[in-house]
């Protein structure tokens, strides 16, 4: 399956910015929350902002995947999306603005492309009968 792989890169993707967060912890010996820590604030927000994100694009990838969306237009999804989060996250630990953005950008072309799949390759027959 072509989400799993995607899914396991972004999970890495993940992981590592899980570590970000608990260097920061440590150095600051901050058990909760972010201790007006702006190191842990910036890497509390760069981890917050993928594990709001990643997941919904998954699901849409996996159900555009069961609906029989195109092998390529898959790829191109999955692609875009890992790009753009690996932007977006290194663009908000490193404060720069320009990466930050072209990260959701290529975000929000990923899943603009995975609705529209899931929309012409919605099986509308086994829906309304």
């Known amino acids: 399956m072509i989400t799993a792989l995607y899914a396991s890169l972004l999970m890495l993707l993940l992981m590592w910015l899980t570590v970000q967060v608990i260097k920061q912890r440590r150095t600051g010996k901050i058990a909760y929350a972010d201790g007006g820590v702006k190191e842990l604030q910036i ?7 993928a594990t709001e994100t990643i997941p919904i694009s ?3 990838m996996i159900l555009l995947e069961l609906n029989g969306g195109n092998i390529y237009l898959l790829h191109v999804c999955g692609l875009v999306l890992l790009i753009g989060r690996i932007l977006h996250g290194t663009g908000i630990l490193n404060e720069n603005f320009d990466n930050r953005k072209r990260g959701m950008v290529l975000t929000f072309v990923s899943q603009v492309l995975l609705i529209a799949g ?3 390759y919605l099986p509308f027959d086994k829906i309304f009968g």
């Open 118 to 120: 899931n929309l012409i």
């Open 58 to 60: 998954l699901i849409l």
């Open 43 to 49: 890497a509390r927000s760069a981890h917050g902002n």
